[in-house]
């Protein structure tokens, strides 16, 4: 069953001529300031507008902030004093992200309900027991809960109901029955499965178990489809042309974009480094001359490794923390001494020490919004100062631990400073990826074989090769 545009609550508000009010002063600082409760200055805009229900003016409340994770949103609100109706939703104001994003989560108890999730306009939600699905762009974005979600839903299929039962009284009672098995779901008398994909990779679900791994939760980052950048108004990358073979392994590229931060006009600089016992890889970094944040990231310059490798460092020695390391988008990290683990694509692809990518993780989990402030339960945030506590040990040699790189692709590389003889302190294990790995690759739809053949009996078929399936 689908629920379409109907689950919309209904416009924010037609805006009308604001009435006259006194001078402001020019805001100082970004426009988008990073979201907290001890910001007094970070205050919503409010704009007069028409209620679309009464017809009245009401008031519409806009707020321009920053959060981990999904970057700028615009979060807005609606209400009316006369007739009481009220709206609430989120516009992303950042950049749709390199890959789309899918989050699998297993509901099996009431305080998963409570999970804080962020669904925007692009996002699909999918509830498989149910047969049920939002599709994408028929809900305004909403920073919500998971029962928030489910009430939303409710509130849009119970909206047209009366009209329904006086025209089409046998759907009326179909969609009756549906509503009571979506309120039963809210008391999760037996677990279900809410599954939130959003090509743009701006939607987010909570770990509440941060920095621990949530084994409810799955997150599957994904090339996105030419029809889902149609969906989303990007343009479908055309065929290249061949370019001359040239040497860069002494050139420095230079090209022009936009800075993640401010979107002010950058230069990144590309370049392609030879690892000694590894593999060539291609390191990016962007420098913002307006206002000097640095970004650098690393790809890999060659293919997918016929099988998956997996790194086990013994920390032992404080000397081990700059032992150089290459961490691929592809590649997950735990740390089993502190029950840790970091996921695929999170952090992106990074070429540091061992000591900087520590730091990155700290900084990761410390400054998650949804474990800090009025967001955070009681004990989190003693949870993630212990945690922190026993990181600053680790860098500082004085916890022995294990530090376990996990890359599908075989792409990651950490320093054998013993080379070429082998690491006391270091385990290279290589191993056969399954079928979910392949998935998670695009590998499984790949067809490296006989591909020569098909496109000659195309060709000698009188038939477009760009049509013919391999």
Same mark, same amino acid.
């Given at each position: ?10 416009? !924010?508000? +037609? ?15 970004? !426009? ?31 707020? !321009? ?32 992200? =390199? ?44 920073? $919500? ?27 009326? @009672? ?24 959003? *090509? ?25 489809? +030419?029809?889902?950048? @149609? ?8 065929? @290249? ?13 230079? %090209? ?38 640095? $970004? ?27 032992? =150089? ?8 990290? @735990?740390? *089993? ?20 990518? !520590? ?14 402030? =009025? ?11 212990? %945690? ?19 890359? *599908? ?14 690491? *006391? ?46």
């Amino acid at each position: 069953m689908s629920a379409g545009g109907a689950l919309d609550s209904g416009p !924010l508000g +037609v805006a009308a001529a604001p009435s006259p009010a006194p001078a402001q002063p020019p805001a100082t600082g970004p !426009l988008f300031r990073p979201i907290s409760a001890e910001d007094e200055e970070q205050q919503p805009t409010e704009i007069e507008s028409l209620c679309m229900n009464c017809y009245r003016n009401g008031t519409t409340r806009l707020l !321009l902030t920053k959060i981990p994770f999904f970057r700028e949103i615009i979060v807005s609100s609606f209400s009316c004093e006369h007739c009481g109706w009220n709206n609430t939703e989120i516009q992303s104001a950042g950049r749709i992200q =390199d890959q789309g994003v899918r989050y699998t989560l297993t509901v099996r108890g009431l305080e998963d309900m409570n999970r804080e999730v962020v669904k925007t306009d692009s996002a699909t939600t999918r509830i498989p027991e149910l047969d049920f699905e939002i599709p994408a762009f028929s809900q305004k974005g909403a920073l $919500t809960t998971i029962e928030g979600l489910i009430n939303r839903a409710i509130s849009g299929l119970e909206q047209d109901q009366p009209t329904r039962k006086a025209s089409e009284e046998a759907i009326a @009672e179909r969609i009756d029955e549906f509503i009571v098995k979506l309120k039963e779901l809210k008391q999760v008398a037996s677990p279900f499965t809410l599954i939130i994909d959003d *090509p743009s990779g701006n939607s987010f679900v909570e770990n509440p178990h941060a920095p621990q791994k949530d084994d409810s939760l799955v997150i599957t980052h994904y090339s996105r489809t +030419v029809q889902q950048d @149609e969906m989303l108004g990007l343009q479908a990358e055309g065929q @290249e042309e061949k370019l001359e073979e040239e040497d860069l392994r002494n050139e420095v590229l230079q %090209f022009n974009t936009n800075c993640p931060e401010c979107n002010a006009p950058a230069q990144t600089n590309m370049k392609l480094v030879q690892i000694p016992h590894f593999k060539e890889v291609i390191i990016m970094a962007t420098i913002c001359e307006n206002c000097g944040h640095r $970004t650098n990231e690393v790809k890999s310059g060659g293919a997918v490794e016929p099988m998956g490798t997996k790194i086990t460092l013994h920390i032992t020695d404080p000397s081990d923390m700059t032992r =150089d390391i290459l961490k691929s988008e592809t590649c997950s990290v @735990e740390i *089993p001494e502190l029950e840790f683990e970091l996921g695929m694509a999170v952090l992106g692809g990074k070429f540091t020490t061992l000591e900087g990518l !520590l730091k990155d993780i700290r900084e990761l989990v410390t400054k998650n919004p949804f474990t800090l402030g =009025d967001s955070s339960s009681p004990g989190q945030s003693e949870k993630l100062q212990e %945690f922190s506590q026993k990181l600053d040990q680790i860098i500082e040699g004085h916890i022995k631990a294990h530090f376990i790189m996990n890359d *599908p692709a075989g792409n990651s590389y950490l320093q054998n400073v013993y080379a070429p003889d082998d690491d *006391p302190e270091m385990k290279v294990e290589h191993y056969k990826r399954t079928f979910d790995q392949n998935e998670e690759l695009g590998l499984n739809d790949m067809r490296t074989e006989g591909y020569e053949s098909g496109l000659s009996l195309c060709g000698s078929a009188g038939l477009p090769i760009a049509s013919w399936e391999l």
